[in-house]
Structures are given as C-alpha cells and as structure tokens.
C-alpha cells in the first residue's frame, strides 16, 4: 500500500463520518474501512488531518450542535441527543472545552447578528476550535 492510497481510504473515512456524524460510529470499524489496524488508523488519521478521529467526530458533533443552538427550539439535551452524543455530561463537557461557554449559555445568547452572514462562511467562521491553555 502506497501513502496515497493510505490517504485515499482515511478521506474515504473522514467523509463517513462527516456524513454520519449522528450514528454510532466504531473506531474500530471505521479502522477496518481504511484497512488498517485500530492503532494505525489513528496514528495516520492524526498525521493526516491533525487529531485523532475521535477528536474530528466530536468537532463535528459539536459544529452541528451549534448550528442548533442557534435555532433555539430544541433543548441541550434535545440537541445532545440529535447530534449523536449519549451522555449529556461529556457533551457539555466537549462543548465547553471547544467552544468556550456552556451549551445553556451558548443557547440563551443572541444569535441574530450572525443570521445575515451566509451559511458557508458562518460554518468557517464558528467552527469549533480545540483551545489551547
């Protein structure tokens, strides 16, 4: 096997679970769709796209549950739910880390100034970031 082709099937991955974000997804199945083992996949996964899958499933899960957030008619726990999470506990927790404030915060504060930006630059522009402290 060639890098590219290593590269090719952990793209092939990485837009499963883009697309599939709310499911349960197995690490160790997604490890067997690229065609590697558990430990390779997330020591490439990483190198390629730089943090593990779990991290990059979970920014997902929390860019989406931003989006809402946002909207407002649906609770945390609605939202934790909807975006694939089963814990309401590490969500939040995920959340806060990523995004600064709590779920609840996020959820009560105004969000019409960001209503008049398009939807692909909004998704740029508030797509979670690991924090570094």
Do not use: N
Not at 12 to 33: F, S
Not at 119 to 125: E, G, N, T
């Amino acid at each position: 096997m060639t890098a590219l082709e290593d590269l090719r099937r952990l793209r092939r991955v990485r837009d499963r679970m883009d697309r599939e974000y709310a499911e349960a997804l197995d690490m160790t199945a997604l490890a067997r769709d690229a065609l590697m083992s558990p430990g390779h996949f997330q020591r490439s996964f990483r190198k390629a796209f730089g943090e593990t899958p779990y991290s990059y499933l979970m920014t997902r899960r929390i860019e989406r549950a931003k989006a809402l957030l946002r909207r407002g008619d649906l609770t945390v726990t609605e939202v934790c739910l909807a975006v694939g999470c089963t814990s309401l506990g590490s969500f939040s927790s995920r959340f806060t880390e990523l995004v600064g404030e709590t779920p609840s915060a996020y959820r009560a504060r105004d969000h019409e100034e960001s209503a008049v930006i398009p939807s692909c630059v909004a998704r740029r522009l508030t797509r979670p970031r690991r924090r570094l402290y």
